[in-house]
């Protein structure tokens, strides 16, 4: 007779919060709970994990995130922070039609959005993305983090310079024009806004990410 695999129980509305080791446990603390959020989780690491986040990441139509990674790699890198905006780029080819945007990290509730342009790359949406998310979080005066998935993008804004070996021509003159301009801000303002990588391989597709892969 095989033996039942354990599970832990991730609770995040009910008449106490947290993750519980049995059903008996998870029941008492949903029963009766209008509205109550619940899941079970194969390890108490993926269910700690889970608490941390939005429910609805993790039931019907998106269907949570397994990683490949050990339990100690997935404690070293910890849990997203929250206190941020994340960032992403979409390219119909390289070059090809691209557009990029920004999202809380969160809700995933759309920030801004720009595109899509003609003849743009991946690089340089995840460029523009990141410098609009400085330029809309410094408006704001908020101390929130920009997430990304691009080093080379974090690079570029490093050095404050888009290092695109694409050719401008008259269908991308309007991006070169954004890309100009985004160059320009850089030089020009001052900013305290953490830039960090996604980590992608821990915890999924970055919250900004467009879906098309």
Not at 1 to 25: A, L, P, Q, R
Not at 183 to 193: A, P
Not at 197 to 208: F, V
Request: glycine letters at 8%; proline letters at 2%.
């Amino acid at each position: 007779m095989s033996k039942k695999k354990k599970k832990y129980y991730t609770i995040w509305k009910g008449h106490k919060t947290g993750v519980f080791e049995s059903w008996n446990d998870c029941k008492a603390q949903i029963k009766n709970y209008e509205g109550a959020q619940y899941k079970s989780f194969p390890t108490f690491d993926a269910a700690k994990k889970a608490l941390n986040g939005n429910y609805f990441d993790f039931v019907g139509k998106n269907k949570s995130f397994s990683s490949n990674l050990s339990a100690t790699d997935l404690k070293k890198i910890g849990l997203p922070n929250y206190n941020s905006i994340s960032v992403d780029a979409a390219s119909s080819g390289n070059p090809g039609k691209m557009e990029y945007r920004g999202v809380d990290t969160k809700s995933k509730k759309q920030l801004f959005i720009q595109g899509p342009f003609e003849q743009g790359t991946n690089n340089i949406g995840e460029f523009l993305a990141i410098v609009h998310g400085l330029a809309f979080l410094k408006k704001k005066d908020s101390n929130r983090m920009i997430y990304t998935d691009s080093r080379t993008a974090m690079s570029w804004v490093k050095k404050k310079t888009c290092n695109t070996k694409l050719e401008r021509n008259a269908k991308n003159k309007a991006l070169f024009e954004l890309v100009d301009r985004a160059v320009i801000w850089l030089k020009t303002n001052d900013f305290q806004t953490t830039i960090v990588k996604w980590e992608t391989k821990a915890w999924g597709e970055i919250p900004a990410d467009f879906g098309r892969k």
